[in-house]
Structure formats: C-alpha cells, structure tokens
C-alpha cells in the first residue's frame, strides 16, 4: 500500500502522561502498575491506572460530556502539543476533510455504572448523570469531535482489544478513497468495575502484577490509557514516521480464547506484511499482544518463534501498563514508534522465569539498537485481530 | 473525490412488525404482512448457540443470514462491518445493576458476550469467516457511518462486504437515556463491482452539514424515530420502491445523500 506519515501522536498510561514520560519509564524498565485502589468493591489484583484523572476537569463548554472516560481523553489530547497539530490539520484541510476514527471497548460505562448504583427514589437515572450521550459507546468519538470542531467522517470502532488497532486500517481506507485528507486515530478506555469484575468472572485476573510469556504467568493486570496519532499523506511529512501496512483478520473460533493454532494472528500478521511489501526478517521489532493469559501467550509466542528469526526482537509491554483493552492498539503503536525513534526495545517486564514455548526473538531487558520496522500486534474477544507496520521515513518497503 | 458507488446484493430485515425484507415492500404495496414469531430465528447459529445467544445476536445474525442468501455469496468469504448505536442493551442493563449490588456474583458468559463486537463474532464463528470483521458505532449515525465504512471496505478492497446495523429494545433504568422502544436489525451486502446478482447500484456523496432525515411515510417515520438503527429505512424504502434520492446522518456533522437506481 502507500504508507501514510504518522506526523504527531501522544499516550497516556499508568506509565506516565505524554510521550517523554513513558520513554523515561521505558527507558529505566519502571512499571506503572499498584495495587487496586479503584474498584467500587475490593478485588485484589493490580492495575495500571492513571494518575489525577478524577482531578481533572473538563472546560465549562464541555462540561455535558463529563465522565472518566472523557477526562481521560482530554487530560490525554492535551500532552505533546498534540492538539495544536490537529487545528494546524483543521485549519490545512478544512474541517470536513479530517476524518476521526477512534477505538475503545467500554467507552464510558463507568458513568452508567455509576448511575445505576445511586440511581434515584423512582429507580431512575440520576439527574445529574441524565446526560445520554455519555451512556452510548459512541461517547468517546463524539465528545472528541465536539471538543476539536471536527466535521468529517467520525466512527467508533469497538472490537475489545483490537478496537484502536483497527482504527489505523479504516483510516487508510478513508484516505486512499479521497474521503478525507487527513484522520485523528486512537482510542481511549478506562478502569471501570465492568472489566475489573468482569474479566476477574473469567478467572483471567492475576492476583499480583501481569508477567507476560513468563513461565508462572496466571493472568491479566487491566489499565487505562488514552492514545492519539494523526495520519496524513507522506507529501505532507516526508520526513515523519511511517504506517506501512496494517493486516486485520477473524479467528472464527471462539469468543473469549484464542483459535489454539494462532490461526487468525497469523492472517493479520502476514496480511500487514504484504500491505508493507516486507519479508518477516525485515522486522526489527515487534510489540506483542502478551496480555499475560495463559492461553494468548503460549499462541502468540509460537507464532513469533515460527515466523520470525532470531534477530527480530520481541517484547509485550503490558507489564508497564495494564492491559488497557481498547486502547492498547495505539498505546503500542506509540511504543513501537518511540523503538524506532530513540533506538529502544523495551525488554518484556515481568517475564522472570521465560515460559518454554518463547524463542530467541524475545527481548527479556531493554536493548539499544537501531530499529527500522516495527510492528504492533493486537486481539481481541471474538476473535479479532490487527497487526500494524510501522517504519522510519525513508525505509524502502 | 467524495462519491462512492457500490451495488447492493442482498438485503435483510428484521423487526417485532417485519419479517423481512420482502414484508418491507408489501407493506409500502399496500398488503399487512404477517409479523414474525417473537424471537429472530437466526438460522445461520448452530442450535446450541441459537439457544444460548442472546437477542441482539440473534437480531443482528437473523438480519445478515437474510441478506447472504439473497446475495448468494459464501458468508466465509465476505468482510463484515456491524454497526449499532447500543449494543446489548439487556446485557448492559444486567451488569451495571449487578455491579451495583453484587459485583463479585457476575457472569463470565454475559461479560464476554457484551463486547461491542459479540453479534460479529457469533457470526464468523458460525460461518467459519476468517476476513477482516469489525463492529462499529456512531449513536444515531450508526447505520450512515457504517455504511460510508462497509462502502469504504468494498471499494478499497475490492471484495463483497456485509454490513449488519441493528439496536434491541431498552432495558430497565438504561432505556430512559437510549429510547429504543422496538428492535430492528437491517443488513446488506455490497459489492465493488456491477455483478449478476446485483439489485441497485448506489452512489454514495459526502454532505458538509447535520444530514435532514428524509420524510417517510407512517408508520416507518414512527419506528426511524424509536431506534437508531431504523436510520436505515430511508434507504431501505427506496430499495423497496426501486430507486430514489434519500439523506442519512454518517456523523453528527456529516450527511451522506445516497442516490439508488434499481438494476435489471
């Protein structure tokens, strides 16, 4: 495909807000995750949560769309002048012509939540909480296009876990076929008692910090993040990073556990590939899903160890963040751009003792060496799959 | 360039009133067709899963089975876009009120199955489909977004894309602030490429701007106004009359006029 410039992009995780705090958490292998403070109801385990979101206030103008959720989104627009680069983009293009297209699994459902355990004398929403756009999983997307004046072709994808991956493709999409000329991708999701209790009703939950492809692994740590990256033509950056390709793809297998073979990973791996025009061995580094489950770890690390030889390097960073579930697709997309901009593999924390089934690919402590491509590998529930391509400017695909 | 054109070639249909969309157009013919049996059938699950599923899958999967058919496409083979403005409205309703009492007592299967994404996933599993498959939302501009999106996918990728947009009714305290008042599922799958099955062709035109609804007649206009989902009738209505000019919202700010011409 024609790769597109990714010219501006920003994260915000337990790891720290805006891109020079998570290079600097990076960098020193120092994980974000503590012990659950967050939940309406005890649950021991760990999470990745982000600091002083609570504290932080919406503008007065936006104040109908207060929640979590868009807190976090707004706290997250605000680091690495991200912000600035989209009303360059608005005011370039035109605001009709800067696609938004955002991922996210629970959206803010932590307000409707909210609503529902202090609901009022006639069992009703809270009046304070009868805000309805805030109680659709569209939330996100159109707080996002309201509060930057957007005008174009707005979507919330929502695919669990893949949900901000996917983003990237939709976009590229957009902008091939002529429907915008520019698209604010990312995804924003947020602690709420619905994943906690949730994916704990699973038995997916570890009881202490997640350890991705280690050994003794028994489960996930669940975060929040918010990401945002702006895409254009490369004529319009050509000296900016890269989206290279992007492969997306159905287990057709099962809702909650993946298909056993890595069947589905593999498709939107080898169809990112291909977008790319890239052998595997051209890859210098993969951010792997690793959430820590037992069973997506021991697929996704065979797919690794088969696909790939020994000098592409492999860590999952969910040892750092959390699981951030929806936005952990442009969370590590921004991982996988800062490996290429600084030169880091970040090392896989929390994998001390490496399960049997992890190859020579995998990068236990950081690593300084020059990365050219990187991809980004994201699943989810029902079996959806993304895996995206990212190189620096100038890398022939 | 903001103009797409696609061609439809199946069209599927679902609701307490509509058994499909061959009931569509008797009802604008004049006729009252029968109304179906109250829970879709959605044949495409296997029994057990057809059994277990919970409504807004069997909507969503009862609506798509109908639109394959008509298509006469291998469901494995086709790229899938599911828009909905709520999701599981049941599901929703049965967490938060669970989360608000007994948070340790809930239930795995509800939980994984109310992932934005589950209607989707039931039907790549059941039909085997390994192709990109996405779920999608945009409140009351679901059907529009997803659409411009399924429209996007054909043409970019030059395959056959079925697009599901579909929404149940609201449940418990929840429905005050979703008002969806009845179900209705509505599917179709697009082609890139005029071929022997196709029905209409659609050009499809960016619109700067809150989109105007196109005026329907009653009763549609009264069940366009009780489900963001039934955004859809507008364009169904004219696949009904065989061709026509008709305004969806694609977003809060963005109209997509649809300009339909029937084939053959």
Known sequence: MTPLAVTACTATSAMGSGLAAQFDALAHARSGLRPNDFSSAPLACWIGRVEGVEDFALPAALAAWDCRNNRLAWLGLQKDGFIERVHAARARYGAARVALLLGTSTASIGATEEAYRRLDADGGIPDDLLRPAIHAPHSLAAFVAAALALEGPCLTVSTACSSSAKVFASAERMLRLGLADAALVGGVDTLCDSVLFGFNALELVSPEPCRPFDRARNGISIGEAAGFALLERVEAAPQAPRLLGYGESSDAHHMSTPHPDGLGAELALNDALARAGLDAAQVDYINLHGTASQKNDEVEAALVARVFPPRTRASSTKGFTGHTLGAAGILEATVALQAIEHGLIPGNLGGDTPDPSCGAQFAWRNEHRRVDVALSNSFGFGGNNACLAFARAGVAA | ?264
Do not use: K
């Not at chain 2, 029994?47 to 058919?69: C, I, T």
């Not at chain 2, 059907?143 to 579909?166: H, I, N, P």
């Not at chain 2, 619109?207 to 106004?225: E, K, V, Y």
């Open chain 2, 1 to 264: 360039m903001n103009a797409l054109r696609v061609w439809v070639e199946g069209v599927g249909l679902w609701s307490p009133q509509l058994a499909d969309f061959a009931a569509l157009r008797a009802l604008l013919a004049g006729a009252a067709p029968a109304p179906p049996p109250p829970r879709p059938a959605a044949a495409t699950l296997p029994p057990n899963e057809r059994r277990r599923a919970p409504e807004s899958v069997l909507l969503a999967v009862e609506a798509a089975g109908q639109a394959v058919a008509m298509s006469g496409h291998d469901a494995a083979a086709l790229a899938c876009v599911f828009a909905s403005s709520h999701g599981d409205q049941a599901i929703t309703d049965y967490m938060c009120a669970t989360l608000a009492q007994a948070p340790a007592e809930l239930s795995p299967t509800r939980f994984h199955n109310s992932v934005h994404n589950a209607a989707v996933g039931y039907w790549t599993i059941a039909t085997g489909c390994h192709a990109p498959s996405t779920a999608i939302c945009a409140q009351r501009a679901s059907f529009g977004a997803g659409l411009l999106e399924a429209a996007g996918l054909a043409l970019a990728e030059q395959r056959a894309v079925l697009l599901v947009c579909s929404d149940t009714a609201g449940s418990g305290p929840l429905d005050e602030v979703t008002r969806c008042r009845q179900s209705f599922g509505c599917a179709l799958v697009l082609a890139p490429q005029a071929g022997a099955a196709a029905l209409a062709r659609l050009d499809l035109a960016l619109q700067a701007g809150a989109a105007i609804d196109t005026p329907l007649p009653a009763p549609l206009d009264d069940w366009r106004a009780g489900n963001p989902s039934a955004a859809s009738l507008s364009l169904l209505a004219l696949l009904a009359a065989r061709g026509g000019r008709c305004e969806l919202a694609a977003a809060a700010t963005l109209g997509l006029r649809i300009d339909m011409e029937h084939v053959a």
